[in-house]
């Protein structure tokens, strides 16, 4: 497959069987994305995914993200169902990272971010000492222009840095540092959906982060993290960070100085080597290029479900207009 970009309808499609009772069609999309399609009318992707959880399984351990198209699957719940067959109960959206709005059950909605911005590739909650095994999306609504959501292999986003700055992460780690306040990052009470200073720091305690407190609603947290990880029933080793996404290098220079300037010099957050020692912009730079080489897109159809393997792929979205309603919804505790 020819790196960059690959939208949807544009790639090579290659039939690779039907699935019992010659009822769905699975296809080949990229190389990280296998798409199911019904060959029938009508057919309920709920019972269908039921009787053929396995098979889905594998798949999604072999290619990292499956995309269900043309199912009759009308609901939110329904969707939320579907999750919970494949991974079990599901969980909560805590230790946030952006702002989301619950929607029903433990669904929610997607990052609430400017919709002209780009959210770049990253696994779903790397930055942390926790995270979801797996990820679903469900468009409820597409966006009438844009707003796809970009896929990268994370086992091939590790074998692909340079192995230098490869082995100086694997060895040093990231250490995360945000500035919560309503000037910089989410305020620390949307954060840890908690109005209480003793509850922030007995998470924070159990997730080995260091706390400091700046006035009524100032906080300030730094915690070392993983920089790849071995997913659990592989054993492959991955890229799996958010470096690239917590460095003020990511923002734009001029939001960079106005975000500083309001606060005080504080920047929301910010990423080093896990010895505190700067990550220099060059190598971030190398590490986003590595990312972009990767990519693989798709437009969104009202009523698609994507479900990601959060191990072994990183996911983003592209810049939109007009309304977009993604709802998302996590399974599989993993903690490190």
Request: glycine share 6%.
């Amino acid at each position: 497959m020819k790196n960059g970009i690959t939208q949807l309808n544009k790639a090579r499609r290659k039939s690779i069987g039907l699935a019992p009772a010659q009822m769905v069609a699975e296809t080949s999309i990229a190389e990280c994305l296998v798409q199911f399609k019904p060959a029938v009318e009508g057919l309920s992707l709920l019972q269908w995914t039921q009787s053929n959880r396995q098979t889905l399984l594998d798949r999604l351990q072999t290619a990292g993200a499956v995309l269900f198209r043309d199912f009759n699957l009308l609901t939110i719940p329904d969707f939320e169902q579907l999750l919970t067959d494949f991974s079990g109960e599901l969980i909560g959206y805590s230790y946030r990272s952006t702002p989301r709005e619950l929607v029903s059950g433990k669904i929610y909605t997607s990052t609430a971010y400017p919709a002209h911005q780009t959210i770049a590739l990253h696994n779903e909650m790397s930055y942390s000492r926790q995270w979801p095994m797996t990820i679903g999306f469900f468009c409820v609504e597409a966006a009438r222009e844009g707003g796809e959501t970009p896929l990268a292999n994370s086992r091939k986003v590790f074998a692909q840095i340079d192995p230098e700055i490869r082995e100086e992460f694997v060895r040093k780690q990231v250490m995360y540092v945000r500035n919560y306040d309503d000037a910089l990052d989410l305020p620390w009470q949307e954060v840890f959906q908690t109005n209480s200073r003793a509850e922030v720091e007995s998470y924070c305690a159990r997730a080995g982060m260091k706390v400091q407190w700046g006035g009524e609603n100032h906080l300030r947290t730094s915690q070392v993290c993983q920089a790849v990880t071995e997913h659990p029933a592989t054993g492959e080793t991955v890229w799996f960070n958010q470096a690239h996404l917590f460095h003020v290098s990511s923002l734009d220079p001029d939001v960079r100085k106005s975000l500083q300037s309001a606060a005080g010099g504080n920047e929301p957050r910010n990423a080093f080597f896990g010895d505190g020692t700067e990550i220099e912009e060059a190598v971030l730079t190398h590490i986003r290029a590595v990312y972009d080489n990767q990519m693989v897109t798709f437009s969104w159809q009202p009523g698609d479900v994507l479900v990601l393997d959060n191990i072994l792929t990183a996911h983003g979205r592209k810049p939109f207009r007009g309304p977009r309603q993604i709802v998302v919804g996590m399974g599989q505790l993993i903690e490190n």
